[in-house]
């Protein structure tokens, strides 16, 4: 007899404590050995995920409490990777809402919840952090309540459960006076509010495809709840594919979830949740069915890509000296290789052979896969992010996002000024007594490209920036998003301390000496609104003369550093980002005509 099964995910706001939280239930359940060594924030399983702090892929993950089997599904929190949410949501029956008791819900809170809700998910909410000093929960509660109503939730899920805790220290508690050291409360919660999964193992079989995966072993492997029908390991089953096509193959193997690992299953029922392999063309929303008795489930929607940028050889002179895959081929069969489990991304070829069309869901999403290619070993470049614009009924129309700025009080002006001339209508302003305010726009995505840089500078580093997607509306004509003109290398060769500290009071640099540089390389930021070509390899006459003031310690400014997200922000129409496992470079596109100094 199989185990009792609850299916949950938890949904949350980049930061509020999804990832902590599992931690947390895992070392509850008894998931890890005694004596064994347990990383932090396990389910972040690649590089860039720790390092960022943030969910970029779905996991899932099992653990047992009172020989019930709970399958629980951490879900990315940030907008640009909706892709991965939307699917999942489809596997479970029941959601944990995770909200900050400081900071309650955020943008991307408001996501994901609008995904749930519409599923018709009843959501449990868990306020976290609550040991922290600034920890606010009932007025959290009150702020969900109220997003709640501004989704549309009906009374059942208005009226939706509650729990207070710390994911961090590893204790829930049903109200705030209560004594609890462990997470048993949630646990409880999750049996006796989660529905047990509908489904009956006695009807054909189906199998929504909600996940991919790929294994050098195995090939693809789809991950999916079973909707109906029982599956075992080497049976004969149907694909149903979204032409309404039928593809038969065998089921390799079949594997289920306990813990972190996958572990081999000979037969699952309706209501588990499964990883399979042996279809090797499945593809998000086709269903796994019975040969004899096909029957497809609904298909899955996945909002389509807003951004989209060009992904190009490397051209520059300091090409292939850095990277281990340069060529179009390499760099075209990566990226079709990320379309296998990548569903929110698009790749098309263009009329050049050293030039794709990439398109994705935001600026952190093609950033997240830039990052991946570069560590893998591959050099390219890319151009400025472009947003897509559709047709909706006839009219020409564009994405626009939802964005919140938390701010300090005197930087509140300045940011309001900024984003009416980006064409942002404000919606909101709050003043939280403690010299910050909280604004909330509705601005066209083109608005926001490139605004990051501009934010911090305004509030000097100390403004937190959240934004999501929120529709598609009619174009809103020009958007002149200003920017200074750039310094240019004028000659290929090394900065030298010399040449760059006789042309500080150009504007602010983005490289240091001993730097290496070529003709045509982005060097730095004018103050004036043109783009200026400088010689920066320029280097002392030396001669037998002493200065007076040879011996005085000379200083350069600290040079701006250019990440790989705020150079996708700041590149203009006529500039690529050159990308190598070693360097991250700007450049003016070949052939312009320059001022010269």
Do not use: W
């Amino acid at each position: 007899m199989s185990l009792p099964i609850r299916n949950v995910a938890i949904i949350a706001h980049v930061d509020h404590g999804k990832t902590t939280l599992v931690d947390a239930l895992l070392k509850q359940a008894g998931t890890f050995r005694e004596g064994e060594d347990i990383p932090d924030c396990v389910m972040d399983s690649n590089d860039l995920e720790r390092e960022r702090g943030i969910t970029i892929l779905s996991k899932n993950t099992a653990v047992r409490y009172q020989d019930t089997l709970i399958n629980i599904v951490d879900t990315p929190g940030h907008a640009d990777f909706g892709g991965e949410v939307e699917r999942v949501l489809g596997m479970v029956d029941g959601c944990l809402l995770i909200v900050d008791a400081n900071e309650g819900p955020m943008p991307q809170t408001r996501f994901v919840l609008k995904k749930a809700l519409e599923k018709g998910l009843r959501p449990i909410v868990f306020v976290n952090k609550i040991d922290r000093p600034q920890a606010t929960p009932h007025i959290a509660i009150d702020k969900v309540l109220d997003l709640f109503l501004e989704l549309g939730a009906d009374d059942d899920q208005c009226d939706f459960p509650y729990l207070f805790g710390s994911g961090l220290s590893g204790f829930a508690k049903a109200t705030l006076e209560e004594d609890s050291e462990d997470m048993r409360p949630l646990f409880e919660a999750l049996l006796k509010l989660v529905p047990p999964p509908a489904g009956d193992p006695d009807k054909p079989l189906q199998i929504q495809v909600t996940t991919l995966d790929y294994s050098d072993y195995l090939g693809r492997i789809v991950i999916g709840k079973i909707h109906n029908g029982t599956i075992q390991a080497g049976q004969q089953a149907a694909l149903m594919r979204e032409d309404g096509s039928i593809v038969k193959a065998k089921v390799s193997k079949l594997l289920g979830f306990e813990g972190l690992r996958r572990i081999e299953l000979e037969t699952a029922a309706a209501g588990n949740l499964v990883a399979i392999a042996g279809f090797a063309d499945a593809n998000i929303g086709e269903t796994i069915t019975d040969p004899n008795d096909p029957q497809a489930l609904p298909l899955i929607k996945v909002d389509e890509p807003t951004l989209s940028m060009n992904f190009c050889v490397n051209d520059s002179p300091f090409a292939g000296k850095e990277g281990q895959y340069v060529t179009s081929r390499q760099v075209r069969d990566r990226l079709l290789r990320e379309l296998e489990t990548n569903v929110a991304l698009r790749v098309v070829e263009t009329d050049s052979p050293d030039k794709f069309a990439v398109s994705g869901r935001g600026e952190l999403h093609l950033g997240i896969l830039i990052e991946t290619m570069r560590r893998e070993g591959y050099e390219f470049q890319v151009s400025q992010p472009q947003v897509i614009f559709r047709e909706v009924n006839g009219q020409p129309c564009e994405p626009f996002e939802y964005l919140v700025l938390d701010v300090p009080e005197d930087a509140v002006g300045s940011c309001i000024e900024r984003l009416g001339q980006r064409k942002g209508e404000m919606q909101d302003m709050q003043l939280g007594g403690n010299g910050r305010a909280q604004l909330e726009f509705v601005i066209p995505a083109r608005g926001l490209i490139g605004f990051r840089g501009d934010f911090m500078r305004i509030t000097r580093g100390d403004g937190i920036m959240n934004h999501s997607f929120l529709e598609y509306r009619p174009l809103v004509g020009e958007i002149s998003a200003r920017r200074n003109g750039v310094l240019i290398a004028f000659e290929e060769g090394v900065a030298t301390f010399y040449a760059l500290k006789n042309a500080e009071d150009r504007g602010v640099f983005f490289i240091e000496p001993g730097t290496k540089v070529y003709k045509g390389m982005i060097i730095g930021e004018n103050n004036r609104p043109q783009d200026l070509e400088l010689n920066v390899c320029k280097t002392k006459q030396l001669t037998n003369h002493r200065s007076a003031t040879g011996d005085e310690l000379v200083q350069l400014q600290t040079p701006v550093e250019m990440s790989l997200e705020r150079a996708l922000e700041y590149i203009g129409p006529d500039e690529l980002v050159e990308v190598t496992p070693e360097s991250i470079r700007l450049r003016k596109m070949p052939n312009r005509k320059l001022a010269k100094r």
